[in-house]
T-cell receptor
Framework: DSGVTQTPKHLITATGQRVTLRCSPR?????VYWYQQSLDQGLQFLIQ???????AKGNILERFSAQQFPDLHSELNLSSLELGDSALYFC??????????FGSGTRLTVV | SQQGEEDPQALSIQEGENATMNCSYK?????LQWYRQNSGRGLVHLIL?????REKHSGRLRVTLDTSKKSSSLLITASRAADTASYFC????????????FGSGTQLTVLP
């Protein structure tokens, strides 16, 4: 157990639907990062939050959004899902920006 | 987009042999990190080397960094079957908000 908890572990949904992925960072870590891992794009940075505020954006689609709550957990919302959104979504947390701790990921399958 | 490329894409060796993986990147960096991923699982942080360091050791791991060539290598000595995994380099680019840019990964298979 890395200390970063992601739920659910697996998610199967239909095209056009909306899902929410949840991440609880390691205790004491203020930064949360979301990454997408797919076969064709590899590991791509999506978005970062620091203590509730958006800090950086990467290759995140407009159909995707995220937020970090006062208790520091974060949610990644994916809407109008397409087949190409099928991927592993990872959350990572860090206390100082060095040496992330990754969660075990949510495997999203869009059918 | 991915910052760098890793070489080789796949590597198969016998237990006890050494494994060397290389990573090249494109921009100036604060540090470079190596991660391991077992099939379909989360990434595990292995080692971090800062831009002003040239070599770092951790157990059976040895990482080198050549900022003039924008390249790094990861050496795993005396490999074990349990080392079978994908290995990724990731760069923390200078001036970034600390997000990492990952390479394409090397799939290492250690045969017993």
């Amino acid at each position: 157990d890395s200390g970063v908890t992601q739920t659910p572990k697996h998610l199967i949904t239909a095209t056009g639907q909306r899902v929410t992925l949840r991440c609880s960072p390691r205790s004491g870590d203020l930064s949360v990062y979301w990454y997408q891992q797919s076969l064709d794009q590899g590991l791509q940075f999506l978005i970062q939050y620091y203590n509730g505020e958006e800090r950086a954006k990467g290759n995140i689609l407009e159909r995707f959004s995220a937020q970090q709550f006062p208790d520091l957990h974060s949610e990644l919302n994916l809407s109008s899902l397409e087949l190409g959104d099928s991927a592993l979504y990872f959350c990572a947390s860090s206390v100082d920006g060095y040496g992330y701790t990754f969660g075990s990921g949510t495997r999203l399958t869009v059918v | 987009s991915q910052q760098g490329e890793e070489d080789p894409q796949a590597l198969s060796i016998q237990e006890g042999e050494n494994a060397t993986m290389n990573c090249s990147y494109k921009t100036s960096i604060n540090n470079l990190q190596w991660y391991r991923q077992n099939s379909g699982r989360g990434l595990v942080h292995l080692i971090l080397i800062r831009s002003n360091e040239r070599e770092k050791h951790s157990g059976r791991l040895r990482v080198t960094l050549d900022t003039s060539k924008k390249s790094s290598s990861l050496l795993i000595t005396a490999s074990r079957a349990a080392d079978t995994a994908s290995y990724f380099c990731a760069t923390d680019a200078a001036g970034s908000a600390r997000q990492l840019t990952f390479g394409s990964g090397t799939q290492l298979t250690v045969l017993p």
